[in-house]
C-alpha cells in the first residue's frame, strides 16, 4: 500500500495512516455489527424519505443508498439492483455494521464522518480490498437546530460505472434531509451555518476588569484555567453551546497576562479549512500571543491532526501554552489532541448556575447600552427561573432586545422564551399561542382572568394552557 500511499490526495493519506493506527484489515471487511437500529430518529425518517425519492428516478441504476448515523452505523439500505445488493452483503455494507473508519478502514462514509466533508472515494483508494471493487460518495447530515453531526448519506455503486454525478447526488440529498428535519422540528430557527470566521481580537468578550463577580461555579473553572496556563499546560475548556467557554478562556489568559493579545479561530465552514489553517496559525508563533481554537469537535480529522502537530511545535518551555482549545465536551475532543491536552476544564451551564443570571444580565445590557440599565422584582424574577437552554449567548440577545426598549426593563420587554419552561418543541402555532398568552399578561395591571377574556378563552382553559407551556402567573407579578 505503500506505493499508492504516495500518490493519493492529502485527505485520503491521513484516512490511509489512521486506519494503520486502527488496526483496520487490509484484506478483509470486518466491520462491528449491533442488532439495534435507531429508527425513530429524525434523521432515520427525514434520510428514508429523501432518498426513497431519489431512487425513483435511479430506478434501473446500479447503486445503493444508505443513512448512517454519526458513528458510522448503516441505518438503512434502499437498492433495486439485487447483484449489487448481494455483492454489499458480503462485504457488510448492511443495515446494522459500523463502517466508521476504525472498523473498516478508508471508505466513502467514514471518511465523510472523520472530516465533517462531502467525500468521494473511488476503488483502489479504499484501505480494504475487499472494498476496491465499488465508488463511495458520501456527505454529512448537521442536525439544522444544533449543529452536531448527526449521520451521513451514502450512495454506493460499481467501481467502473460513471462517478461524476454521484457525489453531487449525494451532496444533493444529505441537504434535501437535513432541510425535511428542520421542517419537521416544530418551526424551530435553525442554527446558523459556520460563516469561515478566522479569527478576531476579543474585544468584545469579557475583560479581566470589567467582568462580573460571578458565583463559585464559574470562578472555580477561571481559577483551574488559569493555573493550568501558568504552569504551561494545554487546557481544553469544554461546556454546552452558549455556556462562555472561549470568555472564560480569554479572561483566564488577560487575567494572567493581560498585555497579550488574544485571538479567537473560529471554526470555519468545511470548505474554507485549509484557508482558515494558512490564515491563523503563523500567529502561534508571535510573542505575547494567544490563539483561542474553538470547537476544536467539529474539525475534520485531517485539519487536527495538522494542528496537533503545530501545536506540539509552537509550545515553548517555561512559558504558557500559545493555545487554549474548547469543545462540546471531553468525549468530543479529536483522537489527534489526546497526547496533547493536559487538562479539560467544564464550564457549567448557566441553569446551574442562577446566581450568575443577574449579574451577567446588568454587565450584558451596560455593554450594549453604555450605562446601567434597571430590572424590576418581576423582570428578576421571570430572569433567574428561566432555564437557560442556550446559556449566556441566549441572556444577552434576550437582554440586548429588551434594553433597547426601556431603561428600565420589565416582565412586558422580556420575549415569551424566558417565561415558557416547556421542555419539548413548539409548534408554529403553540409558539404563537405561548407568545399571546405571555404578551397579555405581562400587560401592566394583567390579572389572569383579565388576560382570558383579552385571549376569548375561559379562565380554567388559560390556566391549562399555561401549565402546558411551564407559565406561572407568578411570574409576572410587578411586586417584591
Known amino acids: 500500500m505503500e506505493s499508492a500511499n504516495a500518490v493519493i490526495a492529502p485527505r485520503l493519506r491521513a484516512s490511509w495512516q489512521r486506519s494503520a493506527r486502527y488496526g483496520a484489515p487490509e484484506d478483509e471487511v470486518r466491520p462491528v455489527f449491533t442488532g439495534s437500529l435507531d429508527t425513530g430518529s429524525l434523521l432515520y425518517e427525514c434520510g428514508n424519505e429523501v432518498l426513497r425519492g431519489l431512487q425513483a428516478t435511479l430506478a434501473n441504476e446500479p447503486v445503493s443508498l444508505m443513512i448512517t448515523d454519526s458513528e458510522g452505523l448503516v441505518l438503512s439500505r434502499l437498492c433495486t439492483d439485487a447483484s449489487i ?39 483502489a ?18 442536525d439544522p437546530l444544533t449543529g452536531a453531526l448527526a449521520g451521513s448519506v451514502n450512495l454506493t455503486t460499481w467501481s467502473d460505472q460513471s462517478s461524476e454525478l454521484l457525489l453531487a447526488l449525494a451532496q444533493a440529498a444529505a441537504g434535501n434531509t437535513a432541510a425535511l428535519m428542520l421542517a419537521r422540528a416544530s418551526g424551530r430557527t435553525p442554527r446558523p451555518a459556520p460563516r469561515g470566521e478566522v479569527f478576531r481580537v476579543h474585544s468584545d468578550r469579557f475583560d479581566p476588569a470589567d467582568a462580573p463577580s460571578l458565583s463559585p461555579g464559574w470562578s472555580d473553572a477561571l481559577d483551574e484555567v488559569r493555573s493550568a496556563l ?13 455556556a ?44 505575547g500571543t494567544c490563539v483561542i481554537v474553538s ?29 487554549v482549545l474548547t469543545a462540546a465536551d471531553a468525549g468530543a475532543l479529536p483522537e489527534a489532541f489526546a497526547p496533547l491536552v493536559e487538562v479539560v476544564v467544564e464550564v457549567p451551564p448557566l441553569r446551574f ?35 437557560w437552554p442556550e446559556n449566556a449567548k441566549q441572556l444577552r440577545r434576550v437582554v440586548r432586545e429588551a ?10 420587554h422580556l420575549p415569551a422564551e424566558v417565561f415558557s419552561g416547556v421542555g419539548h418543541r413548539l409548534g408554529r402555532l403553540q409558539a404563537m399561542e405561548r407568545d399571546e398568552i405571555v404578551r397579555c399578561l405581562a400587560e401592566p395591571g394583567s390579572t389572569v382572568v383579565g388576560a382570558a377574556e383579552k385571549l376569548g378563552m375561559g379562565r380554567a382553559t388559560l390556566y391549562r394552557k399555561m401549565n402546558q407551556y411551564g407559565i406561572t402567573a407568578r411570574q409576572f407579578r410587578s411586586g417584591s
Open 353 to 387: 448556575r442562577p446566581d450568575d443570571v443577574l449579574p451577567l444580565a446588568h454587565h450584558f445590557a451596560r455593554r450594549d447600552r453604555g450605562r446601567e440599565v434597571v430590572f424590576t422584582p418581576a423582570a428578576v424574577r421571570a430572569l433567574t427561573a428561566c432555564d
Open 85 to 123: 445488493v448481494r455483492s454489499l452483503d458480503r462485504v457488510h455494507l448492511a443495515p446494522g455494521f459500523y463502517f466508521a473508519e476504525s472498523n473498516a478502514g478508508t471508505n466513502g462514509l467514514g471518511l465523510a464522518l472523520a472530516d465533517r466533508a462531502p467525500t468521494l472515494v473511488r476503488a
Open 230 to 242: 501558568s504552569r504551561g499546560r494545554v487546557a481544553a475548556v469544554v461546556g454546552e453551546n452558549g
Open 295 to 323: 470547537g476544536v469537535d467539529t474539525l475534520p480529522a485531517w485539519a487536527a491532526a495538522e494542528l496537533a502537530g503545530l501545536f506540539a511545535e509552537a509550545r515553548r518551555a517555561g512559558e504558557p501554552p500559545p493555545f
Open 403 to 412: 434594553a433597547s426598549r426601556s431603561d428600565v426593563v420589565d416582565t412586558q
Open 244 to 287: 462562555g467557554k472561549t470568555a472564560l478562556a480569554s479572561a483566564a489568559r488577560r487575567a494572567m497576562r493581560p498585555r497579550d493579545r488574544v485571538l479567537n479561530a473560529r471554526p470555519p465552514a468545511p470548505d474554507d479549512v485549509d484557508t482558515w489553517l494558512t490564515l491563523w496559525t503563523p500567529e502561534l508563533v508571535k510573542d
Open 125 to 142: 483508494e479504499h484501505y480494504c480490498t475487499g472494498l476496491r471493487g465499488y465508488t463511495c460518495a458520501a456527505v454529512p447530515v448537521l
